[in-house]
């Protein structure tokens, strides 16, 4: 066999084991972490891959190809809407006042990137959002232990869980990070982002899987800190509760992974920041920056 038909037998094994691996509904999961007032907190993002195309998406939607992640429309919609979000008081050991917050931090990011997917005449859709407390087992596989948050792409569900332990002490921008990092996950499937990431991740050997996974969650931390901007000042994200938060990041960002898949502390905490000062989803391209800054 001459070398011109063993390279396109390559390449034809290559998109075999692609499809194969769709077909199978691979599962990844990859372990986060958020913060409370008491240290680490576990979370888990759960994906299946590669993420399916909502119904009815317009022609506009990016396709697999690697613009999709570098070049998105959302990139050039300027920064996010400050829709006045006030998710009220999160008083300890009241699940009731716990359930509300929740859901109306969520309705605030649907608001929001609603008002930005319409900037960039993308079509929009809203994820579920499953309280619990207790873990369950998603389309996505079984529930990470000690995880307090999880994002399917199968169902697009963004489940959050009410631990004993936050009840008793909540830390409302803590929680409120933890959400906006998972809806980043959810921003990235429907606009295209994760097929790419996924395209990409299904070829790539171990070292760039790492870098991928390090892309794609610094990304979502980058939305999450876009979103926290339009509260800035607020009773839930004061200055010295930001500053708190990120430094807070930077020391220990790091500490709940066996393998660099988020990205070092320091790194974390320079895509917080930057989301958080720029508030536009163009500061969170981590696709197109060199792999130094995604370290």
Not at 111 to 128: D, N
Request: one cysteine or more.
């Amino acid at each position: 066999m001459n070398s011109v038909h063993k390279t396109k037998l390559a390449a034809l094994v290559a998109a075999a084991l692609a499809l194969s691996l769709a077909a199978a509904g691979l599962v990844l999961v990859l372990v986060d972490v958020t913060m409370t007032p008491e240290g680490l907190r576990n979370e888990a993002q759960q994906l299946a891959a590669p993420p399916s195309r909502a119904a009815g998406q317009q022609a506009r939607v990016p396709d697999l190809g690697k613009a999709a992640a570098i070049r998105n429309p959302l990139y050039r919609t300027g920064r996010l809407t400050d829709v006045d979000c006030r998710p009220g008081p999160l008083p300890a050991r009241s699940i009731t006042a716990y359930r509300r917050f929740l859901t109306r931090v969520t309705a605030c990011l649907n608001r929001v990137w609603g008002l930005q997917f319409r900037k960039a005449e993308m079509t929009f859709a809203k994820p579920r959002l499953r309280i619990i407390t207790r873990r369950v087992k998603t389309p996505c596989g079984v529930w990470n232990a000690g995880a307090d948050g999880v994002y399917c792409s199968t169902d697009r569900t963004i489940y959050l869980m009410i631990s004993k332990d936050q009840l008793r002490n909540p830390f409302p921008l803590g929680i409120t990070r933890l959400i906006a990092h998972e809806y980043g996950h959810h921003v990235q499937q429907i606009s295209g982002i994760w097929n790419y990431y996924w395209t990409a991740r299904t070829l790539a050997g171990k070292t760039r899987r790492l870098l991928l996974s390090r892309k794609s969650e610094l990304q979502a931390e980058c939305f999450s800190a876009a979103f926290m901007r339009t509260m800035r000042g607020s009773e839930l994200v004061s200055t010295a509760d930001w500053a708190y938060t990120v430094e807070w990041f930077r020391k220990n960002g790091a500490k709940g992974w066996p393998q660099n898949d988020h990205g070092k502390g320091p790194t974390q905490a320079a895509w917080m920041s930057r989301g958080f000062k720029r508030g536009t989803p163009g500061a969170c391209n981590t696709w197109a920056t060199a792999s130094r800054n995604v370290r």
